[in-house]
């Protein structure tokens, strides 16, 4: 009876892995496409595909190419993607204006090199990811004083931490993990954006413009 009971859930499970596995997929085509079709409309030369990150899941890697035929890749995560293709907030100039962004270094850009190792994860944190965002944040808030800097989060591991000290009531800082900045860094994408966008919420939460 037990052994009857145990095989019936595995293999409701099985199905129900199965059936999300395959809704899964369809999303990723659907989003795919979208970001295609996106880019198409702005853009003569677009190469496109999905690679699998073991952390943050499906990640969109996109190519364009300018009337030099140089080549610009940036790359997008899935939840973000979704939620901008759902807002109806023109997706398509969203995504143009990082290529924009890329192409103003002459010569293409490509994907960034993953390190081979902790050692050269290291090296890029300590000598362009930290150095980076701390100028990041300072340049975007002078003169108000902005704390940044790294830190140890219980769950996270470490983190870059950054926040306003004249806020003592509620929240005042924004931490995000390092593993994630550099996953952007990797994708071509400004790592100090994700702390802005978290310093300008925490100011509105406070009441300031």
């Given at each position: 009876m037990n052994n009857e009971t145990t095989n019936t859930e595995v293999n409701g499970n099985e199905a129900e892995t199965a059936e999300s596995n395959e809704k899964?997929?369809?999303l990723v085509k659907a989003v795919y496409h979208n970001g295609m079709v996106a880019l198409k409309s702005q853009f003569e030369h677009v190469e496109g595909q999905v690679l699998h990150q073991p952390v943050y899941?499906?990640?969109?890697?996109y190519q364009v190419k300018d009337e030099a035929n140089d080549g610009?890749?940036?790359?997008?995560?899935l939840r973000e993607l979704v939620a901008k293709f759902q807002s109806g907030n023109n997706p398509a100039m969203w995504m143009a204006s990082f290529f924009y962004e890329l192409m103003k270094t002459k010569g293409g850009k490509q994907m960034q090199k993953p390190p081979a190792n902790e050692d050269e994860a290291k090296a890029i944190i300590d000598k362009i990811l930290v150095p980076h965002c701390i100028e990041a944040v300072r340049e975007e808030f002078a003169p108000e004083?902005?704390?940044?800097g790294l830190d140890w989060h219980k769950d996270h591991g470490p983190v870059f931490e950054t926040g306003f000290p004249q806020f003592k009531d509620g929240n005042n800082v924004c931490a995000v993990p390092l593993h994630l900045l550099l996953t952007h860094y990797l994708l071509n994408r400004d790592p100090s954006e994700i702390l802005l966008q978290g310093?300008?919420?925490?100011?509105?939460?406070h009441g300031v413009n």
């Open positions: 899964l997929l369809e899941g499906p990640v969109f890697v610009y890749v940036c790359g997008f995560f004083q902005v704390h940044a310093l300008y919420k925490i100011r509105e939460e």
